[in-house]
């Protein structure tokens, strides 16, 4: 090697180390994040104990974010939510700062940033998801003053327990403090179904299958939307090219996705609700990847025609901690009809989830 050249190395290789040197101290002094407070109601059952770990280890509000987890269940659940707390501590996970347990609702709902709601009773085998509305409305009622109350002012709410939409909604009516726009329900899970069923089918990687669209309820009459995705950069009409399928079969397919897993099971979907519940809280709180969409479950504000207040799943993009509704794309009149199918089912639970709470005062 020349001398001039080896100086010039070993001043480069100083310089660096200088650099790095620097960097360290000054990454050490920045103020490391405040720990945000995650609530999972229902954190005794199944979804509960798939998604506290997860969100223990940063899949749902990223690898830098320490947590405080609230967990809330009822009473008689008190010792299962004791052996998750338990197990939580001995997980050993870097971003944990503290579990705390709660019986008590108000307590649980003290300051938290992200309340994920999942307490409620699911459907066995034969029911519809509005089967179990009397139980679960009345819950969602009682639970939107105790989270109007304490919560941060800023928090997140995502209602994953069924009927998801209408418990949306009627936590949203009975907690008019809260921005509406902070409050939604899940379909991602929906939405990552139609993402698998596409990949599988195109046997090209999940990853490549981008702008799906579930719109409407988290119910048999959702609406799984293909025609402006893509996979591979190719519209999925073209890269499926199998019409009478997209049309049918996988339309199906996606609706009953949560039957098929209860009858194969014979408990409802837990793994595949805990990781769409942190895409969902990651995708709005840090943002949508670029150039894409996901689905989620929101107070419609009349966009595509759909009657304002009730809380339905739309193609959104978010960022900066907010979500929009993605605009202007062409419905055309098959689609039209089933948007407006997923509306009017809706619109007949919103009417029946009232007429359960009048009955029950
Ligand atoms: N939106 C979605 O994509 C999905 C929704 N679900 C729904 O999520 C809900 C939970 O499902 P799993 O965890 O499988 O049920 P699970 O029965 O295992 O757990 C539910 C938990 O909620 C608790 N609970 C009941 N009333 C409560 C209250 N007032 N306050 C706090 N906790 C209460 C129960 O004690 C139980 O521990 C069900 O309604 C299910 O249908 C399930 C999968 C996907
Ligand atoms: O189907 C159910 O009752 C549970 C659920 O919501 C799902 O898996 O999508």
């Known amino acids: 090697m020349p001398k001039a050249s080896g100086v010039v190395q070993i001043a480069a290789g100083v310089a660096l180390g200088a650099g790095l040197a620097f960097a360290s101290k000054y990454i050490s002094k920045l103020k490391p994040r405040k720990p945000l407070r995650v609530l999972i109601t229902g954190a005794a059952g199944q979804i509960g104990y798939a998604l506290a770990p997860q969100v223990a280890t940063g899949n749902m509000l990223g690898s830098d974010q320490p947590i405080i987890l609230h967990l809330l269940d009822v009473e008689p659940a008190k010792n299962s939510l004791e052996?998750?707390?338990?197990?939580?501590?001995?997980?050993?996970?870097?971003?944990?700062?503290?579990?705390?347990?709660?019986?008590?609702?108000?307590?649980?709902?003290?300051?938290?940033?992200?309340?994920?709601?999942?307490?409620?009773?699911?459907?066995?085998?034969?029911?519809?998801?509005?089967?179990?509305?009397?139980?679960?409305?009345?819950?969602?009622?009682?639970?939107?003053?105790?989270?109007?109350?304490?919560?941060?002012?800023?928090?997140?709410?995502?209602?994953?327990?069924?009927?998801?939409?209408?418990?949306?909604?009627?936590?949203?009516?009975?907690?008019?403090?809260?921005?509406?726009?902070?409050?939604?329900?899940?379909?991602?899970?929906?939405?990552?179904?139609?993402?698998?069923?596409?990949?599988?089918?195109?046997?090209?990687?999940?990853?490549?299958v981008k702008n799906v669209i579930i719109w409407g309820n988290h119910s048999s009459t959702q609406y799984p939307d293909v025609n402006h995705?893509?996979?591979?950069?190719?519209?999925?009409?073209?890269?499926?090219?199998?019409?009478?399928?997209?049309?049918?079969?996988?339309?199906?397919?996606v609706q009953q996705r949560g039957a098929a897993i209860i009858k194969a099971r014979g408990l409802s979907s837990a793994l595949s609700a805990a990781n769409a519940v942190c895409n969902h809280v990651r995708d709005w709180v840090r943002g949508t990847p670029s150039g894409a969409w996901t689905s989620m479950g929101v107070v419609s504000d009349g966009s595509y025609g759909v009657k304002e207040g009730l809380v339905y799943s739309f193609p959104v993009r978010c960022?900066?901690?907010?979500?929009?509704?993605?605009?202007?794309?062409?419905?055309?009149?098959?689609?039209?009809?089933?948007?407006?199918?997923?509306?009017?089912?809706?619109v007949e639970e919103r009417d029946l989830a009232l007429q359960c709470l009048a009955e029950r005062k």
């Open 83 to 208: 052996g998750l707390r338990m197990e939580l501590v001995d997980g050993a996970y870097p971003l944990l700062e503290a579990v705390h347990t709660f019986t008590d609702v108000a307590a649980a709902c003290k300051g938290v940033d992200v309340a994920v709601m999942v307490g409620g009773y699911p459907r066995k085998a034969g029911e519809e998801r509005k089967d179990v509305m009397a139980k679960n409305v009345s819950i969602y009622q009682q639970q939107a003053s105790a989270l109007e109350a304490n919560a941060s002012k800023n928090v997140k709410v995502v209602v994953v327990a069924n009927p998801a939409n209408t418990n949306a909604l009627i936590l949203a009516e009975n907690a008019p403090s809260i921005p509406r726009e902070n409050i939604s329900c899940l379909t991602r899970l929906d939405h990552n179904r139609a993402l698998g069923q596409i990949s599988e089918r195109t046997g090209k990687h999940v990853d490549e």
């Open 229 to 253: 995705g893509t996979v591979a950069g190719k519209p999925i009409r073209q890269a499926v090219n199998d019409d009478a399928w997209l049309n049918g079969d996988f339309i199906t397919t």
């Open 319 to 346: 960022c900066c901690g907010k979500w929009t509704v993605v605009q202007g794309l062409a419905i055309d009149a098959a689609s039209r009809e089933r948007l407006t199918a997923t509306e009017a089912e809706l």
